[in-house]
């Protein structure tokens, strides 16, 4: 087995973009579709400069600077693997703790997009209300240092003000993570940065800065030494290959005053009912991942094809989906939303990428409010059952009392999992105690359905254990 190469001289592209946050995601998206649209002689001028605020950044930096900024990217089809070098990324600025390299390079006149995937909860949205938080300490060293930003964000605001001075127009700032109006969030976090420094930049950055908002797709495991070897079957040493399924999506707002790549030419829908595919996908395919993810962990079971494998687990996902989830999301262009979930299944039961489940089950306190959470509001609303999504909940309450029904116990896997082991423990003889945590819920605990169903749920599986639970609410 060979990797397929670059189809261009890498030689003769130049930068348009700075991407920050060079994990497998990235680059098993945007630069795959860059990488397919330089093999078109398409876009030459827009290659990547990549760039990181973290440690693990620096790190990353390291290993692809050694192979020439080529990413190893292998597709896992059922029907065969294939791998082939991304060369869409031409350089990777070193990571300070100042960000002084990043911020000259996003001030560089030929930068005209800068991207970013920094996680979904790399935001700094206060879970109270839901807004950006200046008050974040991250973010109030920026403020206070703006010279010398520690955060993604204080750095575009540098690098923005330079650009001002310097009469460059700005770049259009795009997100590249699955955030609910993910343009929006951006430009929240940008401004609200910049206004603790330098209000008139502030206000400068808001009539003159794009945030276009954006949907991404595509599912990409962590990379262990089975994702290592795999390279090494294609005759390759890289410490960093990054495995995904076949699939890719991107759909994307057009509002690149600066100018961008011909995306369309590569399969990218250009639309300004972004909103309507993102809602789409965060509901069905995370609000999915969110269903099966504690009922597998709970049930030791290691891989999420295994968990599609289950009865209980799929006939849950069947349930939740059809009955609670789908009915509620609005119409979607050119889209039947059964076929869409269809494929959601095929893509999740594919063995070849075993994603893990433990990897669905990280952070749920940052994902449920995004992708449970408004499914049940609506689902309220509308006067239909939430039985399923409540039981959702309680599987994750249960997930966090740190052990698995077989008293196996869960290694940490959130941020907050002190306080959500604590919290569980106390909603184990109150279950309202869970469901007090208005950051994730709301006022959700006060709605007598939802609380209702999701304390009869969570005694069941102290009682019966998960697997007795789920035959109960199928039946």
């Known amino acids: 087995m060979t990797p397929a190469l670059p189809a261009y001289d890498r030689s003769r592209l130049t930068p348009g973009i700075v991407h920050i946050g060079l994990g497998n995601f990235h680059r098993a998206h945007m630069a ?15 290659a990547i400069i990549g760039a990181g605020v973290r440690e693990g950044d620096a790190r990353m930096r390291d290993a692809l600077k050694a192979q020439d900024c080529l990413s190893t990217v292998i597709e896992l089809d059922p029907a065969g693997r294939s791998a082939r070098r991304i060369g869409s990324m031409i350089d990777f600025v070193p990571v300070d703790p100042d960000n002084a390299a990043l911020i000259a390079a996003m001030t560089r006149p030929e930068i005209r997009i800068v991207s970013l995937t920094v996680t979904e909860g790399g935001y700094f949205i206060d879970p109270a209300t839901g807004r950006f938080d200046p008050r974040a300490p991250e973010i109030a060293h920026d403020g206070a240092n703006p010279a010398t930003p520690g955060t993604a964000f204080g750095a575009i605001v540098a690098a923005l003000r330079a650009r001002k001075s310097a009469g460059i127009p700005p770049f259009t700032v795009m997100s590249c993570d699955n955030l609910p109006g993910n343009g929006h969030v951006t430009q929240a976090a940008v401004i ?10 502030a206000d ?15 599912i990409t495991p ?3 030494p089975r994702e290592r070897d795999m390279a090494a079957a294609f005759g390759l040493v890289d410490p960093v290959p990054v495995t995904c399924e076949p699939f890719r999506q991107w759909v994307l707002e057009d509002n690149f005053p600066q100018g961008r790549p011909p995306l369309e030419a590569v399969g990218v829908t250009l ?5 309507a595919f993102e809602m789409m996908k965060i509901r069905i395919l995370n609000g999915g991942h969110a269903t099966i993810a504690y009922p597998g962990g709970l049930m030791d079971i290691e891989y999420v094809h295994e968990a ?12 939740v989906e059809m009955g609670e989830i789908i009915p509620y999301i609005p119409p979607v262009p050119d889209t039947n939303l059964g076929d869409y979930y269809r494929l959601i299944v095929e893509r999740f039961s594919n063995p070849e990428v075993a994603d893990t489940e433990r990897r669905l089950c990280l952070d749920g306190s940052n994902r449920q409010p995004k992708f449970i959470v408004p499914s049940v509001r609506d689902a309220l609303a509308a006067g239909g059952s939430v039985e399923g999504l409540a039981l959702v909940s ?18 940490p896997n959130d941020p907050d999992w002190e306080a959500l082991v604590a919290r569980s423990k106390a909603a184990k003889t109150r279950p309202v105690a869970w469901l007090e945590m208005t950051a994730v819920y709301g006022d959700l605990g006060k709605d ?19 697997k007795q639970t789920l035959t109960e609410y199928l039946a």
Not at 193 to 201: K, V
């Open 204 to 218: 400068w950055i808001q009539a003159n800065v794009a945030f276009p908002n954006g949907m991404v797709d595509r």
């Open 394 to 411: 309680a599987l994750w309450c249960r997930y966090c009392h740190g052990e698995t029904d077989s008293g196996t116990p869960i290694p």
């Open 308 to 319: 599609m494998a289950n009865p209980l687990i799929k006939g849950l996902l069947d349930k």
């Open 448 to 466: 007598a359905r939802f609380a209702g169903a999701f304390e009869r749920h969570l005694n069941r599986l102290w009682v019966v254990g998960t």
């Open 222 to 224: 962590a990379t262990g």
């Open 192 to 201: 609200g940065t910049a206004r603790l420094s330098d209000p008139a930049l």
């Open 32 to 46: 795959v579709y860059l990488d397919d649209l330089f093999a078109r002689g398409l876009g030459h001028d827009w």
């Open 271 to 275: 639309t300004p009912h972004v909103h």
